[in-house]
């Protein structure tokens, strides 16, 4: 029997983001070949106009999976109904510009938008942020829509994990797909802990840790770590404009993997909100390692942090805390 179809809300979907992302979804790259879709699709009124042209081109492109197409500057109706809400509206960086530059504007917008997601999307709406500081806007969703659970509330960090697949393949010339179990610890900001400590390579004798087939201790705590912390920066310098596909393909494999579960001894890298797992303090968004079973995630306990990790861990963590304090005050 043909599934019911899911309400798919996106913010910001006349943006750059936006229109990369919601051909992948209405293709079945977020929640599967087989899940029909109808896309919420929200934007400002200054982008009105074109936001019906990205409605005019996805009724064009004739998905068969998608069933139906909302596109309103009207927050009440984007959210009515939504099982899942990825949050992408907003204003990126500039070049020279950190993420947490982009605050003021961004934490006020994901204040407004915490209450008509509370009351209007459908219970146990499962909410991913993409919308710079990711993070920090995360958490004042959370703390502004006290009846949505918390466990429903993330932000993305999974391009971050998908860099530093990216740049392992690369060093180590294997294909990306033998690549996994690597971390992003922390913020998605250049203070973010990319570790590849726990992280292994399919060969034909079996998996093989990273650190062991890197063999260069340097590399991997000095131009690995600083290159994944500063691609996004890298992106913008070479495009004049932040990374658009990655961060759309990156959305899918977040929402994929957590509506559907990860692969058994595979985990990925989610902002959640902490529970105080590895000694990170309670009540931050901080990305920790996820294994996601039946549409749940769950920190991944028990890995060893040694004196390098810890140090990072706890750096990142107090910038979220910094950051939090600066959302409170420029929310005042
Ligand atoms: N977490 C990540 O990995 C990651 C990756 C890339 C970009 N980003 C962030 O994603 C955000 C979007 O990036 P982009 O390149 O698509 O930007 P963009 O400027 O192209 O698009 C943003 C869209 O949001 C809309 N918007 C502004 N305020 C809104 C509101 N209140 N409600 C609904 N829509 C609103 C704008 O009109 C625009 O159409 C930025 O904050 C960027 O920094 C995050
Ligand atoms: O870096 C940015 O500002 C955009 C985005 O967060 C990215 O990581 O590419």
């Known amino acids: 029997m043909a599934k019911e179809p899911v309400r798919v809300l996106v913010t910001g979907a006349a943006g750059q983001i936006g229109y990369a992302l919601v051909p992948m979804i209405a293709r079945g790259i977020m929640l599967g070949p087989d899940q029909p879709v109808i896309l919420h699709m929200l934007d400002i009124p200054p982008a009105a106009e074109a936001l019906n042209g990205v409605k005019m081109e996805l009724v064009d492109a004739a998905f068969p999976l998608l069933k139906g197409v909302v596109a309103t500057t009207d927050a009440v109706e984007a959210c009515t109904g939504v099982s899942v809400a990825v949050m992408v509206g907003g204003f990126p960086r500039k070049e020279g510009m950190e993420r947490k530059d982009v605050m003021s504007k961004n934490v006020s917008i994901y204040k407004a938008q915490a209450s008509a997601l509370e009351k209007y999307a459908a219970p146990n709406c499962k909410v991913l942020v993409v919308a710079n500081p990711a993070n920090t806007n995360a958490l004042i969703l959370k703390e502004f829509a006290p009846s949505i659970p918390e466990k429903n509330i993330t932000c993305l960090t999974r391009l971050d994990h998908n860099r ?19 971390i992003i610890w922390g913020n998605h900001s250049s203070t973010q802990y990319p570790d590849v400590t726990h992280a292994t390579i399919k060969t034909p004798e ?23 912390q500063q691609r996004g920066a890298a992106i913008i310098k070479a495009r004049k404009l932040s990374s658009a596909l990655s961060a759309a393909s990156s959305a899918c494999d977040h ?32 990305s920790f390692p996820v294994t996601c079973s039946g549409g749940e995630w769950k920190i991944v306990q028990g890995l060893s942090i040694d004196e390098f990790s810890r140090g990072k861990l706890d750096a990142t963590a107090a910038e979220l805390a910094e950051e939090k304090a600066l959302a409170y005050s420029c929310l005042s």
């Open 206 to 228: 079996g998996e093989k840790p990273v650190p062991a087939l890197v063999n260069d201790d340097a590399w991997l705590k000095g131009e690995f770590i600083t290159t994944v």
């Open 255 to 286: 929402i994929r993997d957590w509506v559907l579960g990860t692969p058994e001894g595979t985990w990925v890298s989610m902002g959640v909100y902490s529970d105080g797992s590895y000694n990170v303090p309670a009540g931050l968004i901080y």
């Open 164 to 182: 530093a697949l990216g740049q392992i393949s690369e060093r180590l010339n294997v294909q990306v797909s033998d690549v996994k179990n690597v």
